[in-house]
């Protein structure tokens, strides 16, 4: 366990800041509510959202390919189920004569669809996600063609099963979601006199880093706010230690801070950090980010002040981090578009299933977007 080496004058800064840039993990935002997320419900099996992960889908490819292997020949060849590439599986589903590989395909598409429509089931049962009308599905697997046909079939599955509930996937693409969040948790007061913020999305296999303008002339319900700019990084390739990960976080960081600075970008002094688990006001993680390397849950850990230290100053103002669970943030990237409906939801499908649910309060300042 490390040691925490902060003095005094550096928890004061740190609890300043933090002031500064309101509460990390906030439920209550200015248009909508955060009823709850990271909800962790068990079954005999386990965790009932493993089941309906990426990483439960490719658990279920391989014991199909197994069973055809007992038989005879995988017609996927010889490459384990969790390295294959999204593009071969689309190859595979889309092959427009029968096949052995489209079958396997289809099979695993099904099974799956149905353990994610259980999963949907016994989310909606729960008292933070009670009268949601819709649920937005983000994370990397909506964005394939194998993704897609399983949230369709996942949808008429709930619709057999009468729970009443519409599937969307998310407007954006799935590497932004996670950033373009933060333009509606940064507080207004840094959104004066500058462009864009900086934001990271953490996940248990890739890191992604950007650039998100705001564009709040074009749009003043932040509809149209842009990752104009983005980096990622597939960390569970590397396997770095718990210090590597930040570190290489930092350098991310500067690179786009750099861009910035080259484009004329005026850039607020904000971080916005989006990473797995439970956020405490603090900005310290009680649990859930049991993916990421190390203990992030340790007392002794502060990821936002980690990164303040690495990089004291943005464009000359002192730098304030924020930190909020990745699902929820991936979630608010919908707002803008979610002003039909009272209740929602967000699943956000990768690693682990991440989770969240919201009340949009009264309109106000925000007006209705259009889902393009």
């Known amino acids: 366990m490390n040691k925490n080496t902060n003095t005094n004058d550096d928890v004061e800064k740190d609890e300043e800041n ?24 068990r079954d005999k099996d386990g ?25 005879g020949r995988d017609p996927l060849g010889g490459v384990h189920s969790k390295d294959l590439s999204k593009s071969e599986l689309d190859a595979a589903l889309g092959e427009t004569r029968t096949s052995e590989a489209a079958d396997v395909v289809h099979g695993v598409i099904e099974e799956f669809s149905e353990e994610l429509a259980w999963v949907i089931e ?50 954006h693409e799935p590497d932004d979601g996670g950033l373009l969040g933060w333009v509606h948790l940064v507080p207004p007061d840094m959104q004066k006199g500058h462009d864009a913020i900086l934001a990271l999305d953490i996940g248990g ?27 990622k990084w597939r960390h569970a390739v590397d396997r770095p230690s718990r210090k590597q990960l930040i570190d290489r976080l930092a350098e991310m960081l500067e690179a786009q801070i750099r861009y910035c600075r080259k484009k004329g970008i005026r850039l607020a002094p904000f971080i916005g950090i989006a990473c797995p688990g439970l956020i405490r006001k603090d900005g310290s993680i009680s649990r859930g ?84």
């Not at 309101?22 to 909800?39: D, I, K, M, N, Q």
């Not at 729960?126 to 996942?154: H, M, N, T």
């Open 18 to 41: 933090a002031a500064r840039a309101g509460v990390h993990g906030a439920r209550e935002l200015p248009s909508v509510t955060v009823e709850g997320y990271s909800l962790q419900l």
């Open 47 to 71: 965790f009932i959202g493993d089941q309906a992960s990426q990483t439960a889908f490719r658990q279920l490819l391989e014991r199909w390919r197994q069973r055809r292997r007992r038989k």
């Open 122 to 171: 016994r989310f909606m049962r729960q008292p933070s996600w009670k009268g949601v009308q819709r649920i937005v599905i983000g994370g990397g697997f909506p964005g394939s063609d194998v993704g897609e046909r399983a949230v369709l079939q996942a949808a008429a599955v709930l619709q057999h099963m009468k729970v009443s509930v519409e599937l969307a996937r998310i407007c």
């Open 205 to 231: 296999t890739n890191v992604r880093c950007g650039i998100v303008k705001l564009r709040k002339k074009r749009a003043p319900d932040l509809s149209r706010a842009k990752v104009v700019r983005r980096e």
């Open 289 to 372: 980010a049991q993916n990421l390397p190390g203990d992030w849950e340790s007392d002794n850990f502060h990821l936002p002040s980690e990164l303040v230290k690495r990089l004291p100053e943005i464009a000359g103002e002192p730098t304030v981090a924020l930190m909020h669970n990745d699902a929820v943030v991936q979630g608010l990237s919908e707002l803008p578009f979610m002003q039909d409906v009272k209740r929602w939801a967000v699943l956000t499908i990768g690693t682990g299933l991440g989770n969240a649910s919201y009340t949009n309060k009264p309109r106000t300042a925000l007006k209705a977007g259009k889902r393009s």
